[in-house]
């Protein structure tokens, strides 16, 4: 598999994991806004509390899917640095060769 084909087996993934990020996000928003909906409900004191409980949940599922994400995209990130660089490493040899032949 040569640098073009990895890069672009990498741009797919990535955005396989945004879609699947984005439609885990969509369906959490739904279910928040269902809670929401059945909490108007309940008494004042009762709705304040689950209010809070929801808050905490809802802070603790961003810092975990926060992390989920950057554990899934860190590696792939990391790849296609080393790829840009072996590439742009590749490039200058072959610049180097260039200059070396029309030199000749």
Known sequence: MDNEELIGLLLNTTKEQQQAVSDLIQEFKRRQTRLDDMASSLPNDLQAAIMMTLRAN??????????AVE??????????????????????????????????
Do not use: C, G
């Not at 809802?58 to 992390?67: G, S, T």
């Open 58 to 67: 809802r802070e603790d599922a961003a810092l975990a899917a926060k992390n």
């Open 71 to 104: 554990t899934a995209i860190n590696p792939i990130v990391s790849s296609l640095s080393n790829t840009v660089a072996q590439a742009s490493d590749e490039k200058k040899q072959l610049n180097r060769a260039v200059r070396l032949l029309s030199w000749k």
